[in-house]
């Protein structure tokens, strides 16, 4: 089976590695983000022997002339970033397909693994499916689920996910190519399932008032290679970093974003139901973080939301 691949990242590098060692698929050619024209994805095509194509525009006439001379069986999207059209998605006999880190119907859109951990899910999925004109709404061809646990964040997910999207998106390229497709239809799973849009600046900032475990999902869900959760001492912007849940700590009412308690390796900050434990924070300066250290507030430090003077 033909593939041509549109693709970007980690995800894609360790999924193509996979697809070159069946002996029944085939990458013709690859196309990047423009915008980053990943140079790995330029290594796999050399060594491959096929074109590697930058297009602004995936859509014109002119790529899918483009595309007519490599007769692609099947159309693969991993980490692609354009809005594909349906001259494109139907182009090829056995259609376009894209492999996408949640558990669709749920988690369409972007950002899944850093939303699925500020909801405190148990588990994330990943999904290949077939493309169509909506976002991440065509039926379903391979889904998995994996486990989070409290020790996992952000970084884990994504080395679980560049790992097992790999897998996943081999094993529905597999089942194409024998035609042991099983389509299930999203609206059979839930008739409007759950979207969430880009992240941007300002979302990282945090709300003292969230409860104990809403702010520990929330750092962690935007931990490293995220920008980290955010707040303000005074006028200085910290990340905070590292922060632990305190068993059995006891709820009560007062002044959130205070500073309530401190050690050797940590303070203990009150949050919205009861009481947090910070055990890394860096600094923000010019916008890039500083080393990590065991915070040294004292007992009454505030933590806001915004800077004040």
Same mark, same amino acid.
């Given at each position: 089976?033909?593939? $041509? ?6 995800? /894609?590098?360790?999924?193509? &590695? ?12 690859? =196309? ?27 859509? %014109?006439? &002119? ?23 349906? &001259? ?36 994330? $999925?990943? %999904? ?27 970084? %884990? ?36 399932? /759950? ?27 935007? /931990? ?16 905070? &970093? ?21 050690? /050797?390796? $940590?303070?203990? =900050? ?40």
């Amino acid at each position: 089976m033909k593939i $041509g691949y549109f693709a970007d990242g980690p995800w /894609s590098h360790r999924a193509l &590695e996979l697809i070159s060692e069946a002996s029944n698929l085939q990458v013709v050619f690859i =196309v990047p983000r423009y915008d980053t024209q990943d140079p790995i994805l330029k290594d796999w095509a050399d060594k491959l022997n096929i074109p590697y194509i930058p297009k602004k525009n995936v859509n %014109t006439p &002119e790529f899918l002339s483009i595309m007519r001379g490599f007769a692609p069986d099947l159309l693969v999207s991993m980490s692609f970033n354009q809005i594909l059209k349906k &001259e494109i998605i139907e182009f090829a006999p056995k259609k376009f397909i894209n492999c996408h880190a949640g558990a669709l119907p749920f988690y369409r859109g972007r950002n899944p693994l850093n939303w699925v951990l500020i909801n405190g899910e148990s588990k994330f $999925g990943i %999904t290949v499916h077939y493309v169509d004109e909506g976002i991440d709404t065509g039926d379903i061809i391979k889904q998995k689920t994996f486990p989070i646990t409290l020790m996992d964040n952000y970084q %884990t997910l994504l080395s679980t996910a560049v790992t097992e999207c790999a897998n996943v998106l081999l094993c529905a390229l597999l089942n194409i190519a024998s035609t042991k497709i099983n389509r299930v239809k999203q609206e059979n799973i839930h008739p409007i399932g /759950s979207y969430f849009g880009v992240r941007t600046i300002g979302d990282e900032l945090i709300d003292f008032d969230w409860t104990q475990k809403r702010l520990f999902d929330f750092v962690r869900g935007i /931990s490293k290679p995220g920008p980290c959760a955010r707040f303000f001492v005074g006028d200085q912007q910290y990340a905070m &970093e590292l922060v632990e849940l305190i068993p059995d700590a006891p709820k009560y009412i007062a002044t959130t974003g205070e500073v309530v308690g401190r050690s /050797s390796t $940590g303070v203990v =900050v009150k949050v919205g139901d009861s009481t947090l434990f910070v055990t890394g924070i860096s600094k923000v300066i010019n916008e890039k973080l500083t080393e990590v250290h065991v915070p040294k507030f004292k007992i009454g430090t505030r933590f806001k939301r915004l800077g004040i003077s």
